[in-house]
């Protein structure tokens, strides 16, 4: 399943990727914010999304949305297993999930435009993780790294 979560800086561009994410028969659920709300925090929608992908590490993919999307993958990447990136461009979105097997995809609703966001996303759902020898390695490296924090 996909998750899908924005504050005021990410709202806008979260509505379109919903539309655009329905166009594509996608499933997902939208955690919020529900309504365009100044006030809100990036790090109360980044938390539940975080806390749905890590039901299910495997399966699960999440979305948060923020003014530049640095904010959420530096809080995502704070919880074990979690492993959030964010991307600008469709070859960030590509590798990140081809070479790190990345679950979250951060975005900055400042940064990308709609139609980047659609490809970036698009990116980050088709492609599947590289189990080459050497990026297994690379995570059992970040997985001994969080466990020893």
């Not at 998750?3 to 939208?30: M, P, R, V």
């Not at 966001?117 to 969080?146: G, Q």
């Amino acid at each position: 399943m996909i998750y899908i979560g924005a504050d005021h800086g990410g709202f806008s561009l979260k509505e379109k990727l919903k539309e655009y994410l329905a166009t594509l028969n996608i499933e997902f659920i939208d955690v919020g914010a529900f309504e365009l709300n100044m006030d809100d925090d990036y790090t109360d929608f980044t938390e539940k999304v975080v806390s749905e992908v890590e039901k299910d590490l495997e399966n699960n993919k999440g979305v948060i949305i923020c003014r530049t999307g640095t904010g959420s993958a530096i809080l995502a990447n704070k919880h074990d297993g979690i492993m959030a990136v964010e991307a600008s461009n469709v070859l960030m979105a590509e590798k990140a999930r081809s070479n790190n097997n990345a679950n979250i995809l951060a975005l900055g609703g400042d940064i990308v435009d709609f139609d980047t966001a659609k490809e970036i996303l698009k990116t980050f759902l088709k492609t599947s993780f590289d189990d080459k020898e050497r990026y297994v390695r690379r995570i059992e490296d970040i997985k001994e790294v969080e466990k020893n924090n």
